[in-house]
């Protein structure tokens, strides 16, 4: 019976590291939740060899720091993607024509940007970006199909809301450059700078998160460098439409 014992043990510790082992994998899986969901992009496959960057701007469309980026961008001749909040149109519905006008993409942010309220369902969600589609038709006549959750779609997005949004041909744009204005708006020009330099996955493809809310005042400071770092690196800049890959987190059902 003693003999018996180191088996005992040994055969114990076996198990225990193989479980081990699982449960690490099982973990390094789901910390690696942020990469492209497209075909285009995903499992080493077609990933492009040209170079993209992707400017997106929340929350607008705002009176004065809208316009500014607008200045820059036009300036730069670069177009970008803004991503908007329906609430938030009235009265500034000449500043979302000019974002049309100009060439930008819209997409669609939610029409009350409150949490509480779009993640009560996935039909409470997709209201509130048809409502924002509808109201960005009714000034400009485009009809935009191009979506981005608040907050980001991690934790926030599965295979039920995916399939809903997808038959109502919604598409889906996370990110993976974050500037941080959106957390900090009142960031220095250099951090901002700095921030928009770092892409997390895969290096051909950038899409930076960047707000223009009434207090993104450094942003549109520090916009003129980010084009700038990037165009040295021979990026070429690019709106998101609805021929872009999407570009979500993945998420466990």
Not at 14 to 40: D, E, G, M, R
Not at 143 to 169: A, C, Q, V, W, Y
Not at 234 to 242: H, Q, R, S, V
């Amino acid at each position: 019976m003693k003999k018996s014992i180191p088996i005992i043990f040994t055969t114990t510790i076996i198990c225990f590291l193989l479980v081990y082992s699982s449960n690490a994998n099982s973990a390094q899986k789901s910390i690696q939740t942020f990469n492209p969901s497209s075909t285009s992009f995903k499992d080493g496959g077609n990933i492009p060899t040209s170079k993209f960057v992707y400017l997106t701007f929340d929350d607008g469309p705002t009176y004065v720091v809208t316009d500014a980026l607008l200045d820059v961008l036009k300036s730069e001749k670069v177009k970008a993607t803004f991503f908007i909040v329906g609430k938030e149109i009235e009265g500034k519905e000449s500043i979302l024509k000019r974002i049309y006008t100009e060439g930008h993409s819209i997409g669609l942010h939610t029409y009350s940007h409150n949490f509480k309220k779009i993640y009560l369902s996935s039909d409470k969600f997709i209201d509130e970006m048809e409502r924002t589609s509808n109201k960005i038709q009714e000034i400009t006549g485009f009809t935009s199909k191009i979506i981005r959750f608040p907050g980001g779609s991690s934790k926030r997005l599965n295979s039920l809301t995916l399939e809903k949004l997808h038959k109502k041909d919604f598409k889906i744009y996370d990110w993976n450059v974050d500037a941080s204005d959106g957390i900090n708006p009142h960031l220095s020009v250099a951090q901002l700078i700095k921030n928009a330099k770092i892409i997390r996955g895969n290096e051909n493809v950038a899409i930076i998160l960047m707000h223009c809310n009434s207090n993104n005042k450094n942003t549109v400071k520090s916009l003129p460098a980010i084009i700038k770092y990037y165009l040295d690196l021979g990026y070429e800049f690019k709106p998101i439409t609805k021929d872009t890959p999407e570009y979500y987190y993945k998420f466990k059902n």
